[in-house]
């Protein structure tokens, strides 16, 4: 099962919200992050409401707090462990920020699952602020408005399966909800598997042009529909990966 890398998005993926503004609500700054947000990107839209949250007396512990509430559904536990269990290569890439999805994973007991998180680095400082920057990859094609300025998730999906050249040929799945998911979807081959949130911006995209998707496309409304959607795609690559080892043996 190594030989299958699931990749996932976090906010309305993994979880039922977007993280970071579930704690600009709870934490009583969605006025102010309603006046900016017309004015700044997204990534320097967050470091700033951390400023904001803390120069207002909230702390770390009071972020802690509203993440450790941050809804999921059951099923994409089950799915996370069950997809680590059976051997799965399990990735996140995520525009939110590491500090925010780390402490998510944590409380969940995930964080084992996942090989590697590319997400927007964070870190608490000296005063106790939490500071978000930018992951910095911004090469999407010339004209390409889809991907966020300090994000291509599309050249993050490219440099996993190129480091992992040396290792075979290796089968993705990839779970998005969100606009951000539609470049790494066009760059999945003919046996990927692409998993987009039904009814969400990445399925629409893809809908209006399912021809340009060499993937499989294989929708889900909710947790108990992504779980057995991912578990028999893994358990479909399993049978077909077994098969093709069978044939060349038998060939040889």
């Given at each position: 099962m190594?030989?299958?890398?699931?990749v996932f998005?976090?906010?309305?993926?993994?979880?039922?919200?977007d993280?970071?503004?579930l704690?600009?609500?709870?934490?009583?700054a969605?006025?102010?992050?309603?006046?900016?947000?017309?004015?700044?990107?997204?990534?320097?839209?967050m470091?700033?409401?951390?400023?904001?949250?803390h120069e207002q007396?909230?702390t770390?512990?009071?972020?802690?707090?509203?993440?450790?509430?941050?809804?999921?559904?059951p099923?994409?536990?089950?799915?996370?462990k069950?997809?680590?269990?059976?051997?799965?290569?399990?990735r996140?890439?995520?525009?939110?920020?590491?500090?925010?999805?780390?402490t998510i994973?944590e409380?969940?007991?995930?964080?084992e699952?996942?090989?590697?998180?590319?997400?927007?680095p964070?870190f608490?400082?000296?005063e106790?602020?939490?500071r978000i920057?930018p992951?910095?990859?911004n090469?999407c094609?010339?004209?390409?408005?889809l991907?966020?300025?300090?994000?291509?998730k599309?050249?993050?999906?490219?440099?996993i399966?190129?480091?992992?050249?040396?290792?075979?040929n290796?089968r993705?799945?990839?779970?998005?909800?969100?606009?951000g998911?539609?470049?790494p979807?066009?760059?999945?081959?003919?046996r990927?598997?692409v998993m987009?949130r039904?009814n969400f911006?990445?399925?629409e995209?893809i809908?209006?042009?399912?021809?340009?998707?060499?993937?499989?496309?294989?929708?889900?409304?909710?947790g108990?529909?992504?779980?057995?959607?991912?578990?028999?795609?893994?358990?479909?690559?399993?049978?077909?990966?077994?098969?093709?080892?069978?044939?060349?043996?038998?060939d040889?």
């Amino acid at each position: 099962m190594d030989r299958i890398v699931v990749v996932f998005d976090f906010d309305k993926t993994i979880i039922e919200c977007d993280c970071e503004n579930l704690v600009v609500d709870e934490l009583g700054a969605t006025d102010l992050f309603n006046q900016l947000l017309p004015t700044m990107t997204w990534n320097s839209l967050m470091n700033r409401m951390m400023k904001e949250l803390h120069e207002q007396g909230k702390t770390i512990e009071d972020i802690v707090e509203v993440l450790k509430q941050t809804p999921i559904h059951p099923r994409v536990v089950a799915a996370i462990k069950a997809a680590h269990a059976l051997g799965c290569d399990l990735r996140i890439v995520s525009d939110a920020n590491a500090f925010f999805i780390e402490t998510i994973l944590e409380h969940l007991g995930l964080m084992e699952c996942f090989t590697e998180i590319y997400t927007n680095p964070s870190f608490v400082d000296e005063e106790g602020r939490l500071r978000i920057f930018p992951f910095h990859v911004n090469k999407c094609p010339l004209g390409w408005n889809l991907c966020p300025p300090n994000m291509c998730k599309g050249l993050i999906l490219e440099r996993i399966r190129a480091s992992m050249a040396a290792e075979g040929n290796k089968r993705f799945i990839y779970l998005g909800d969100g606009v951000g998911d539609y470049c790494p979807s066009l760059k999945l081959k003919g046996r990927d598997f692409v998993m987009p949130r039904k009814n969400f911006p990445v399925w629409e995209l893809i809908s209006k042009n399912p021809q340009l998707i060499k993937a499989n496309i294989q929708a889900w409304t909710d947790g108990e529909e992504l779980e057995k959607t991912l578990l028999s795609l893994i358990d479909t690559i399993f049978i077909e990966e077994n098969a093709s080892l069978i044939i060349t043996r038998f060939d040889n």
